[in-house]
């Protein structure tokens, strides 16, 4: 099985579709602003947010691959940079037989843990050269592939009650202009009584700096301020967008497409991690917390 592509843009810009993605582990910024470009706090609409996206995770797909890939490895579940284990936290619950969608997957490095252990997952990214990793690893491994589908987290393209479980480890939340619509989508494609687990950057660090050293520990921002964080190139066009909401925006969005939260996790930062990650590191994540994972249950 290849790459499945399908042309789910949402209706307004169907007219400008191109390729694709979303991944693990950015924060409030991507690593490094590209040459040239401007970081700015502006509006940024749904259509604009996607395909900055697409273009931004294509475009460095590879490099993020290169740094990142021993710490995800080609089949761990990982949350988030302080490296609590799906293994250890078991947040989805029981995983054996279950159809499982993890949304914003990067080289579904998640989706080949599941189906280790009996899962029948499937693997969704905006990002065609994300998922070419993927078909990379698998290859590598001589292991049967992990179905993997191009498309946008806010327009899913399965019928409604598709799956038991859908996750994500930092993929498409923070990167989608109407995360209302897109916890709608999965609300859908699941079966009642199917868990939807996510983890974001925790909100409380909009109001940060994102930077790993003591400059990053002095609130500058308005942890109110939902202008979203958007790098643009000289002609004023976004080349990659995140999107805030506080924790109060996302249990009411939750709340309202039909979930009931099951539990908030903000892990600790774990003795003898010393390893930074962008905004991540040592000394901030003992002091304030770095990630936020939402459980949730489908009504």
């Known amino acids: ?66 740094e990142h890939g021993e710490f995800l490895g080609d089949d761990r579940f990982t949350w988030c940079p302080e490296g609590l284990d799906e293994a250890d936290a078991r947040l989805l619950g029981e995983v ?20 280790a252990r009996g899962a029948r997952p499937v693997a969704l990214d905006i990002s065609y050269r994300q998922l070419q990793h993927s078909r990379r690893i698998d290859l590598g491994r001589g292991a049967a592939p992990v179905p993997v589908v191009q498309a946008d987290a806010a327009v899913l393209p399965f019928a409604d009650a598709s799956f038991d479980l859908a996750c994500s480890a930092y993929g498409a939340v923070p990167f989608s202009a109407d995360t209302a619509a897109l916890m709608r ?71 309202a497409a039909g979930f009931r939260l099951v539990d908030l996790v903000e892990p600790e930062w774990p003795a003898g991690l010393e390893q930074e990650w962008g905004g991540w590191s040592p000394l901030r994540g003992r002091l304030i917390p770095g990630t936020a994972i939402f459980v949730t249950e489908r009504g």
């Open 96 to 115: 054996v037989g279950k159809d499982v969608l993890e949304i914003g997957a990067g080289a579904a490095q998640c989706s080949r843990w599941l189906a």
């Open 185 to 255: 989508e999965v609300h859908r494609v699941l079966r009642p009584g199917g868990r939807w687990v996510f983890s974001v950057t925790h909100p409380i660090r909009w109001a940060f700096p994102d930077e790993p050293g003591v400059e990053g520990l002095t609130a500058t921002s308005s942890y109110f301020d939902r202008t979203p964080y958007v790098e643009q190139d000289e002609q004023g066009r976004a080349t990659y967008v995140e999107h805030h909401r506080t924790l109060g925006d996302r249990v009411r969005e939750l709340v």
């Open 1 to 66: 099985m290849g790459i499945v592509t399908v042309a789910t843009t949402p209706q307004s810009d169907l007219h400008d579709l191109d390729t694709s993605v979303d991944g693990p582990f950015t924060d409030t910024g991507a690593d490094e602003v590209e040459d040239g470009d401007d970081a700015v706090r502006r509006a940024a609409g749904t259509g604009e947010s996607s395909r900055a996206s697409r273009h931004w995770w294509d475009r460095n797909a590879d490099e993020y691959q290169d």
